[in-house]
C-alpha cells in the first residue's frame, strides 16, 4: 500500500497570557500591552502626557509625544483635549494623568507645575482632576483608527477628605465618549501615594495602580 502522508502542522509560538497584576516597570508591562491588544503591530503612537517620556526609555518604537510644557521638549507642544491631528490617525493613544491634584503647601504634590497640567484642581470640582476626563476622552476618541486602543494609567486617593475613585470616573467619561472599556492591570507601585498631613488613615495604603485598556469598537475581542 502506498505511503500516507501527514503534513504536519505549522509550528506556533506559545501562548503567554498577560498577567492581571504586575509588578515590573511601566515601560515593560507597556509593551507587553502593545504586543496583545491592537489588532496589528501599531505604526502610529501616541503619548497623550509624555513628560520626560520615561514609559519610551530603552524602546525601538517610533512615538508621537504631545506635551503643553515646552521644556519637556515634546514631540508636539500641545493641549491634549484639542490636538492638531487629524481624525483616525493613530493606532494607540497612551495617558497617563497627574495622579493626586496639590495639596496645600506640598509643593512637592505640586503637580500643575511638575506636570504641565495648565491647570490647577480647583475647590468647585472637589480638588479633583476628573473634571480634565471626559474632554481628552473624546479627543482620543476622535483621533484613534476604529479597533483603535487607549491605554490608561490611573490612580486612586484619598483627598479632601474623600476617597476619589478616579478609575471609576475615567471609565465612565471613556464609555460615555464611545469606547468599550476592555482591561484592567493592576500595576503594583513601590510605595503608597500618601498625604504628608495623614496622622491615622482609616483606609488602607494602596500600594497598586491601574492601567486600563479601552477599544474604539463595539467589542473587545
Known sequence: MPTQLVRERPKTEAYNPLPSVWAGEDAELLEEMLRMYPRKEP????????????????????????????????SVVADNTATPFKDRFFDVVVYDPPH????????????????GLGRKSPKEQGYTFTHTYPPFVREAHRILKDEGVLFCKITDYIHHHRYQWAHVELIKAAIDAGFRACDCIVKIRRGPIIDPKWKKAHHSRRHHAYWLVFRKSEKCE
Do not use: C, M, Y
Open 43 to 74: 505604526r502610529r503612537i501616541l503619548d497623550a502626557t509624555v513628560n520626560g517620556g520615561r514609559f519610551w526609555r530603552g524602546s525601538r518604537r517610533r512615538i508621537i509625544g504631545i506635551d503643553n510644557e515646552a521644556s519637556h521638549k515634546p
Open 100 to 115: 493626586i491634584p496639590n495639596q496645600g503647601r506640598d509643593k512637592q504634590k505640586d503637580f500643575h507645575q511638575r506636570f
